[in-house]
Structure formats: C-alpha cells, structure tokens
C-alpha cells in the first residue's frame, strides 16, 4: 500500500472511530437512564465492557500471530505479536482501572479475590510480562519466548470469560449482566453496542500504529 492511500486509509479510520466514539459519548451521558441500583456510576460499565472485548480481540492477535512466528520465525508475525501484546496491555489495564472504579462504587472495596477478578489480574500480570520481557529479555531468544508467553496470556482469556460458570459455587460478586438481562432498557443495549464498536475499532487502530511503528524500527 502506497504512502498515499495508507494516509487516506487512516484517517477515514480514524475519523469512523472518531465518530461512533462520540456517539458512544452520547447515548451514555444523554441518552441512557441511570441504572436503578448503582445510579449514575453505572455509566462506566459501557467503558469497562468495550474496553474488555478489545483487550480480548488484541490478544487473539497475540495468539495467531505468536502460533504462526514459532512455525514460520516470521519476523513480520514477531512485529505483529508485539504490537498487539503491547496495545492488549493497554485496554487490559484500563479494564482493571475502571472494574476498580466500579467496584467500589458497588462493592465498598477496589478489589476481591473472586473467580472473574483474580484471573483477570493473573492475565494482566502475564501480559505485564510481556511487555517487560519485550523491554528487557535477551535479544536473539526474545521473539521465541514472548510468543509462548503471549500465547499462555491469550489461553487465559476463555478461562475469565467462563470462570464465573466454571466456579460457580465460589462466592462472587461480578455480575452476569447480559446473561441475566441486566440491561432492562432497550436504550442501555444500544449504548453498549455502540461503545464496543467505537473503543475495538480505536484499538484496530492502535494495534495498526504501533505495527507500522515496528515495521519502520526493523528498517
């Protein structure tokens, strides 16, 4: 793809994202009700889902990619790899941050060691190592070794998502919202589909940034 076009490409990626980011913004803050229970601190759900799904999506990147580099030792898959482990760190991060945000509200405390909590913290240390190991690790084993540790990361993504089903007689306090029908107005279903689609589509684009990035640095 010419320079030309990867320029156009881009900002009319950006400026979709922009937009379905901002009409996000909107049905949250000035459409949707507050929730009956939790009030207006609910409102963060629609983040901390959107932010979930993406981090989720950057690490199956994480894994194609660090499969197809221990079969090939493609140099563009390890480009890929990283990009996408470093960008899933990201959205991971920010998933705790507002979980943390949202618990206390909800909860009176920032953390508890429950099912869907603990391993998701157990994948945010993992991808923390990562991004470390990426940092720090020996330069001719670096690509080998982060594809294994990124791919252990990506197995655990099933593991958070089912982990309340999994250990169901563990006491928990992590809602199943979308299961249980949690969203009683049709507007709050509207308002999550759109912020998911806004913050994956900000991440596809972050993850196709810092791919470049990579790309230029190995030239």
């Given at each position: 793809?010419?320079?030309?076009q990867?320029q156009?490409?881009?900002?009319?990626?950006?400026?979709?994202?922009s937009?379905?980011?901002?009409t996000?913004l909107y049905?949250?803050?000035?459409v949707v009700?507050n929730?009956?229970?939790?009030?207006a601190?609910?409102?963060?759900?629609?983040f901390?889902?959107g932010?979930a799904?993406s981090?989720?999506?950057a690490f199956?990147v994480v894994?194609i990619?660090?499969i197809y580099y221990?079969v090939t030792?493609n140099p563009?898959?390890?480009?890929?790899?990283?990009?996408?482990?470093?960008v899933?760190?990201?959205f991971c991060s920010?998933?705790?941050?507002?979980?943390m945000?949202w618990?206390?509200a909800a909860?009176?405390?920032?953390?508890?060691w429950?099912?869907?909590l603990?391993?998701?913290?157990?994948l945010?240390?993992?991808?923390?190592?990562?991004?470390?190991?990426?940092?720090?690790g020996?330069?001719?084993?670096?690509?080998?070794?982060?594809?294994?540790l990124?791919i252990?990361?990506?197995l655990m993504v099933?593991v958070?998502?089912?982990s309340i089903?999994?250990?169901?007689?563990?006491p928990?306090l992590?809602p199943?919202?979308l299961?249980?029908?949690?969203?009683?107005d049709?507007r709050m279903?509207?308002a999550?589909?759109?912020?998911?689609?806004?913050?994956?589509?900000?991440q596809a684009i972050?993850?196709?940034?810092?791919?470049?990035?990579?790309?230029?640095a190995?030239?």
């Amino acid at each position: 793809m010419k320079i030309a076009q990867r320029q156009t490409f881009f900002s009319a990626a950006l400026l979709l994202a922009s937009a379905v980011v901002l009409t996000a913004l909107y049905h949250v803050f000035l459409v949707v009700p507050n929730e009956r229970v939790m009030g207006a601190v609910q409102r963060i759900f629609y983040f901390h889902v959107g932010c979930a799904v993406s981090a989720y999506c950057a690490f199956g990147v994480v894994l194609i990619s660090g499969i197809y580099y221990l079969v090939t030792r493609n140099p563009k898959a390890d480009v890929i790899l990283e990009a996408a482990g470093e960008v899933g760190f990201v959205f991971c991060s920010l998933v705790l941050a507002s979980g943390m945000i949202w618990a206390h509200a909800a909860w009176n405390t920032f953390f508890r060691w429950e099912p869907r909590l603990a391993s998701f913290l157990l994948l945010w240390f993992i991808y923390l190592s990562f991004v470390l190991l990426r940092t720090f690790g020996d330069p001719i084993r670096i690509a080998a070794h982060s594809a294994v540790l990124g791919i252990v990361g990506s197995l655990m993504v099933p593991v958070v998502v089912f982990s309340i089903k999994l250990l169901a007689s563990v006491p928990q306090l992590h809602p199943v919202v979308l299961e249980n029908h949690g969203l009683k107005d049709p507007r709050m279903g509207v308002a999550l589909a759109i912020a998911i689609t806004g913050i994956v589509l900000l991440q596809a684009i972050l993850l196709w940034l810092r791919t470049r990035i990579g790309f230029l640095a190995r030239r």
